[in-house]
């Protein structure tokens, strides 16, 4: 952000908040929230900066460090020199027709971006971090000191021979409150008017003209802003911004889109990481099982060999290591390991306690196989639907739960013909789950009408539309996991998952759902698609 718009957003807060009370310091992830009687005025330190008032604060806990702020009026908003760090003069009354006075300082630099509060003497009392800078070594109890700067007034430069190109390149670098932004449209204009002295001073005229902001987009990404339309930028599209807070207005539309998408980006990127740390680890455990067929023919080695030497436990005698014994079944002679210092009976046992043991091992293998192949089939529908999300709220539930195991819970999944996925929730929670957090605004649920039933999602693509088979065997899996099961016919609701509502204080897995359309629904057709794709029925419904 530039000194020039800054500059304007300045006047646009003293105008707007001179004389309102502070009553409220928020503080997020890297933004702080003031409440200044009905207004909020919000800063975010990250990058890109931001500065602008709202209806609603972008923060949600209570800061400690700057309370004792509360009460406080303001007398000012200025810019004390020219760069961008904007001054607040705040006025707190105190008992006895005392006044205390402090000064809270936004430094809008960038990724050097800080707060600082000063006292009545101007000595640091906070600071968000300590500059990083040799120069300025600011620490609390410090007086505070602006960042050191070696540009100059325009009027006070003097230049040679000048070409647009080095205007552009080098003007920010010597003319105070001048950006690389503003040098591009000095530049354009020195090119237009054939004279530096006269495009600077049309670009001053008109920024002090302006009473608008302007909001240019690159790629369909917010990129600049300005206090006035520039000639340079006639390429890209822009948004103008008028009415009362024109400039608060525009930055937040600015960090709103700008900011919380790349608070989405990092936030997506934390998260799927996670989850695919945990699709690797089952992928692993599913590589180390997946061998069941040699485990199946040691199972049946030991079963075979325990049969032999039931047979002619007669021959052993004590102290042998081993028997050679004939397998009348196949005519093969099969040598069977012994133990020494156990009895022939004892050995009996052992090789049968193997057998057992080993086949335990198989029916684990094969039932945790299964378990595992549905666990990472389930953990990569999450993965989608977090890849999918556009809005940091809808990462909420996943993001609270950062340091944590990932956890998916045991819900259904089939595959339709079609080759899409119908997702069913065997209870509250798992329904739950479900429509609120895994579902996409545009997958379909399903649900039985006026009967209590699972959750079922049919997922689709963004844009996709589901087929006449698709609604036929969800909405009569929604009737066959209901208490409408043993009915013949039974009506079944459905819409998209972006109509569905959860009610404040409601039971887990209560939603309120619009836009719906219903069907008749036969539980025997879910049943009948179970026997063809080779399942067993379903016990229960929820």
Not at 396 to 407: A, G, L, Q, V
């Amino acid at each position: 952000m530039d000194y020039l718009y800054i500059e304007k957003l300045a006047g646009e807060l003293h105008s707007h908040l001179r004389k309102t009370r502070l009553r409220e310091v928020l503080k997020g992830e890297k933004e702080l929230s003031f409440l200044f009687d009905k207004f909020w005025l919000n800063f975010h330190w990250g990058s890109p900066n931001a500065l602008f008032i709202s209806r609603e604060p972008v923060s949600k806990t209570s800061f400690p460090p700057l309370l004792k702020l509360k009460g406080a009026f303001v007398k000012s908003v200025s810019l004390p020199v020219v760069d961008r760090v904007l001054e607040f003069e705040l006025l707190k009354p105190l008992p006895g027709n005392k006044i205390s006075r402090f000064y809270l300082i936004f430094e809008l630099t960038g990724k050097n971006a800080n707060l600082f509060l000063l006292n009545g003497d101007r000595r640091i009392t906070y600071l968000l971090r300590a500059p990083e800078s040799s120069v300025r070594p600011l620490s609390v109890g410090d007086v505070y000191t602006f960042p050191p700067s070696d540009k100059k007034p325009f009027e006070e430069l003097r230049f040679g021979e000048v070409t647009p190109e080095g205007i552009e390149k080098k003007l920010y670098k010597f003319a105070a409150g001048i950006s690389p932004l503003n040098a591009k449209e000095i530049a354009h204009l020195t090119k237009k008017l054939g004279s530096l002295e006269e495009a600077y001073r049309r670009f001053m005229e008109l920024h002090e003209k302006s009473r608008k902001a302007y909001l240019y987009y690159q790629n369909g990404k917010p990129k600049y802003l300005t206090t006035f339309p520039y000639e340079s930028l006639s390429h890209l599209e822009f948004k103008e911004f008028g009415g009362e807070l024109p400039y608060s207005s525009a930055w937040e539309e600015f960090y709103r889109e700008a900011v919380k998408k790349e608070k989405l980006r990092v936030v997506k990127e934390k998260i799927v990481s996670r989850i695919e740390k945990k699709i690797k680890a089952l992928e692993k455990e599913l590589r180390e099982l997946s061998d069941v067929e040699s485990l199946q023919k040691e199972a049946e080695k030991w079963k075979r060999w325990g049969e032999l030497l039931k047979y002619n436990l007669h021959l052993v005698k004590p102290g042998q290591k081993e028997i050679k014994v004939t397998d009348f079944s196949t005519g093969k002679e099969e040598t069977i390991p012994l133990d020494p210092s156990l009895s022939p009976k004892e050995n009996l046992n052992r090789i049968f306690k193997k057998y057992r043991k080993t086949q335990n091992r198989v029916e684990f293998a094969k039932n945790r196989l299964q378990e595992l192949r549905d666990e990472i089939e389930k953990t990569r529908l999450l993965k989608e639907t977090i890849i999918s999300k556009e809005n940091l709220e809808d990462l909420e539930p996943f993001f609270h739960r950062e340091n944590r195991e990932i956890t998916v819970p045991n819900f259904l999944t089939y595959t339709l013909p079609s080759g899409r996925k119908i997702l069913i929730g065997r209870n509250a929670s798992e329904n739950e789950f479900l429509s609120l957090k895994l579902a996409n605004p545009w997958d379909v649920w399903f649900h039985t009408k006026e009967i209590p039933g699972s959750h079922v999602i049919l997922r689709l693509q963004k844009g996709e539309k589901p087929t006449e088979e698709d609604i036929l065997i969800s909405s009569s899996a929604a009737a066959y996991f209901s208490k409408g099961r043993e009915s013949g016919k039974v009506l079944v609701d459905y819409t998209e998952a972006k109509n569905l509502k959860k009610p404040p204080k409601t039971p887990k897995g209560f939603v309120i759902y619009s836009g719906e359309r219903t069907v008749v629904a036969e539980p025997e057709v879910f049943k009948n698609f179970l026997k063809k794709i080779g399942k067993s029925p379903q016990k229960g419904a929820v």
